[in-house]
Antibody, heavy 113, light 108 residues
Framework: DVHLLESGGGLVQPGGSLRLSCADS????????MNWVRQAPGKGLEWVSG????????YYADSVKGRFTISRDNSKKTVSLQMNSLRVEDTAVYYC??????WGQGAPVTVSS | EIVMTQSPATLSVSPGERATLSCRAS??????LAWYQQKPGQAPRLLIF???TRATDVPGRFSGSGSGTEFTLTISSLQSEDLAVYYC??????????FGQGTKVEIK
């Protein structure tokens, strides 16, 4: 029962920007913190960013701090990840993950010239 | 941050045999430990949360145990469809969530 749906992935050149979005179809969205977790090709899982349920506090992995921005809109039940100054090493599938451990299907992001 | 270490990296098990996967945390996570199954091209699937509680629709052959820093995922009778990579994750201290590097289960 997948209720998180990511969108916005694609191919972008190094230095470019991309915005990922994740929509939750469940009514309890505003009760849970949200996260983005990524998986580079052939690699393991890496936590990227998180945001509290209210949206007042955000957190980032050192590898993306200053380049990525997480935000949420509880009225629309969506969480977004604005990715700027993208690097080749940001290439990965990005998963939206709710704090109750439910996962989306993933959005592939490829950074390449 | 809490470092999660899984062993072995690869496990080869014959169909019908037991598979035992281990996960160790660098500091206590109590029972805030999850196990995931990931098949090629798919998102991780939650198998176990709270160290020992099976998620919805997870077959009974999957079981989790442990607390503190030592955890185990057991597949009691391996089926061919269990071929996958298995990850452990701690959610005791956030941020960040941290994951083990994965154990690949192969069918012997």
């Amino acid at each position: 029962d997948v209720h998180l749906l990511e969108s916005g992935g694609g191919l972008v050149q190094p230095g470019g920007s991309l915005r990922l979005s994740c929509a939750d179809s469940k009514s309890n969205f505003d009760q849970f913190a949200m996260n983005w977790v990524r998986q580079a090709p052939g690699k393991g899982l890496e936590w990227v960013s998180g945001i509290t349920a209210s949206g007042t506090t955000t957190y980032y992995a050192d590898s993306v701090k200053g380049r990525f921005t997480i935000s949420r809109d509880n009225s629309k039940k969506t969480v977004s990840l604005q990715m700027n100054s993208l690097r080749v090493e940001d290439t990965a599938v990005y998963y939206c993950v709710k704090f109750d451990l439910s996962w989306g299907q993933g959005a592939p992001v490829t950074v390449s010239s | 941050e809490i470092v999660m270490t899984q062993s072995p990296a690869t496990l080869s098990v014959s169909p019908g045999e037991r598979a035992t996967l281990s996960c160790r945390a660098s500091e206590t996570v109590s029972t805030s430990l999850a196990w995931y199954q990931q098949k090629p091209g798919q998102a991780p699937r939650l198998l176990i949360f709270g160290a020992s509680t099976r998620a919805t629709d997870v077959p009974g052959r999957f079981s989790g145990s442990g607390s503190g820093t030592e955890f185990t995922l057991t597949i009691s009778s391996l089926q061919s469809e269990d071929l996958a990579v298995y990850y452990c994750q701690q959610y005791s201290k956030w941020p960040p969530w941290t994951f083990g590097q994965g154990t690949k289960v192969e069918i012997k």
